[in-house]
């Protein structure tokens, strides 16, 4: 993760303005494993920044995804989720609450496969895997 200061930088040396919403989706995207939508986002920044709209929020994050901050995960919903861990990853989304965790497994052997196998050489990748998260196995074992 960066910090604010980086993320600042970063912003103004793309011809960006350094605004405090735009730190403050940053941050909390960095604060946060839960993988959130815009709109939780925005509930989450709403009691700091009451006056902020919804459009600052998505626009906000549109930027950081463009300049390489955040990734845009699509988990197959009716919105993106989004990650200020760029790190080389893989998710995983219970199908029963809607949760995100990261996963780290190493894919070499996966990506060495579909290489041979396509004739294409890989330049990144991205994976989601979806299942029944502890919680809910809890919650239906009970």
């Known amino acids: 993760m960066f910090s604010g200061m980086e993320v600042a930088k970063i912003l103004r040396d793309n ?3 350094v605004t405090p919403q735009r730190l403050a989706v940053y941050d909390c995207l960095a604060h946060t494993k839960s ?3 815009a709109e939780m ?3 989450a920044l709403q009691p700091q920044f009451p006056s902020m709209s919804f459009a600052t929020v ?3 994050i549109e930027i950081l995804n463009r300049l390489n901050l955040v990734k845009v995960l699509n988990t197959g919903e009716e919105s993106f989720r989004y990650d200020a861990d760029i790190s080389n990853h893989q998710h995983i989304q219970c199908i029963r609450c809607g949760r995100v965790d990261d996963l780290r497994m190493d ?3 996966f990506v060495d496969k579909a290489e041979k196998e396509s004739g294409y050489e890989i330049k990144s990748e991205e994976a989601y895997f979806f299942g029944i998260c ?4 809890k919650k239906s074992a009970n």
């Open 15 to 17: 011809g960006y303005k």
């Open 35 to 37: 993988h959130p939508n």
């Open 41 to 43: 986002l925005y509930r």
């Open 58 to 60: 998505y626009k906000s």
């Open 107 to 109: 894919a070499s052997a």
């Open 134 to 137: 502890p919680e809910c196995r």
